[in-house]
């Protein structure tokens, strides 16, 4: 739960950090498929944190459906994984900024409330800035996300 840019990014064991923002690591539990999810820092760290561990202690370990939204090896991906009727979507990048489109025309018909995590407005210079949004959405939503440098964006899609 300590996250760090890639200029103040430093490896000191006394207290271990991570490169890349704090949604870039929330959107790893997406992207990466892994039927074993671990939490490496110390558990005072992430009773801290509870929004970040609300989002982290919904997320399944196994999927139904994926989707590769957008990407481009090297540079960025966006993945959708859906766990009975819950959409997941995790949306990293390198340490260039960037502006995704995302359609959400793979939902099935109906409203949903979606809960974001997107990267704060200084989280290029303090990667652990960041900002959780809750919405209503649809297949019909068009949405633009922004990522920091070393950046991410993270979302549970529900009924």
Not at 98 to 106: G, K, P
Not at 116 to 145: E, F, L, P
Request: hydrophobic share 40%; aromatic share 10%.
């Amino acid at each position: 739960m300590r996250n760090a840019s890639k200029s103040s990014f430093a490896p000191l064991f006394a207290q271990p950090m991570s490169l890349g923002t704090r949604c870039h690591q929330l959107a790893i539990y997406v992207v990466y498929e892994s039927p074993l999810q671990m939490l490496a820092d110390s558990p005072s760290s992430y009773l801290r944190e509870p929004e970040a561990m609300e989002f982290l202690a919904a997320v399944p370990t196994e999927w139904d459906e994926t989707k590769v939204l957008d990407g481009r090896i090297a540079d960025y991906v966006v993945v959708a994984r859906r766990n009975g009727r819950d959409w997941y979507i995790g949306a990293m990048t390198d340490w260039t900024p960037r502006s995704l489109n995302i359609d959400l025309s793979f939902l099935p018909e109906g409203s949903f409330t979606i809960d974001a995590y997107q990267d704060g407005i200084n989280a290029d210079k303090w990667a652990s800035d960041y900002k959780k949004t809750s919405s209503r959405v649809n297949r019909g939503t068009k949405m633009t996300i922004k990522l920091a440098p070393g950046g991410g964006w993270a979302a549970r899609i529900h009924p």
